[in-house]
């Protein structure tokens, strides 16, 4: 009967790097979500800024709008991120 050898060592690696694969795209989604959720906070807050310093709320307004626009700019970027990297993943997988 033959015997198949099995390599611990090269399936726990294999395994390994397939949950980081998996877990750099639910980092990405979490972060990105993130930055959404801070944008809207952002701008949620001034609501606060108009109640306790009225005669700064336009001004306080325009740096978190300012802030929320940075915020959605990351929202982007991230995209951006995740799609090279997995652009670069495939080309790996392709040699």
Do not use: H, P
């Not at 809207?40 to 108009?50: E, G, I, K, R």
């Not at 306790?52 to 709008?65: K, N, Q, S, V």
Request: with cysteine; proline share 0%; charged share 25%.
């Amino acid at each position: 009967m033959a015997e198949a050898s099995v390599n611990l060592q090269e399936s726990g690696t294999d395994l390994r790097e397939s949950f980081r694969e998996y877990e750099s795209g639910i980092a990405f989604d979490n972060a990105r979500r993130a930055a959404v959720f801070a944008a809207v906070f952002m701008l949620a807050a001034s609501s606060l800024d108009w109640v306790i310093i009225a005669d700064y709320g336009l001004e306080f307004l325009l740096i978190r709008a300012t802030c929320a626009v940075l915020l959605f700019a990351v929202y982007d970027a991230l995209a951006v991120v995740r799609e090279e990297r997995a652009k670069g993943r495939s080309d790996v997988n392709r040699r």
